[in-house]
Nanobody, 121 residues
Framework: VQLQASGGGLVQAGASLGLSCAASGLTFGDFAMGWFRQTPGQLRVFVAAIDRSGEHTYYAESVKGRFTVSRDNNEKTVDLRMNSLGPEDTAVYYC???????????????WGQGTQVTVSS
């Protein structure tokens, strides 16, 4: 399984940024997809998840209302649209895939390499 994340970068507070993750080596429609983030010295924390069909989404409280996760099962991609970014959103963002959203949120899935998002104040 390969999960290739892209789209990170440096933005100012209040800006928007989109991340994308391209998946290969798995039957994409059989997997829940999502994102975690990690800051230095801290554990990875859940950000957002979307179920296999794309019908249900889940968010951490800290990003609810600002971030939107979506997927394209034909293109085998999952996106994270991030609005109203703040310095607290600065982290390495990881794409993840798991057989259920429960396993995904428990960090029991496959991982990509991560992409850095830096938000300046």
């Amino acid at each position: 399984v390969q999960l290739q994340a892209s789209g990170g970068g440096l933005v100012q507070a209040g800006a928007s940024l989109g991340l994308s993750c391209a998946a290969s080596g798995l039957t994409f429609g059989d997997f829940a997809m999502g994102w975690f983030r990690q800051t230095p010295g801290q554990l990875r924390v859940f950000v957002a998840a979307i179920d296999r069909s794309g019908e249900h989404t889940y968010y951490a409280e800290s990003v609810k209302g600002r971030f939107t996760v979506s997927r394209d099962n034909n293109e085998k991609t999952v996106d994270l649209r991030m609005n109203s970014l703040g310095p607290e959103d600065t982290a390495v963002y990881y794409c993840t895939a798991a057989q259920t959203t429960t396993r995904l949120r428990s960090a029991l899935g496959f991982w990509g390499q991560g992409t850095q998002v830096t938000v300046s104040s």
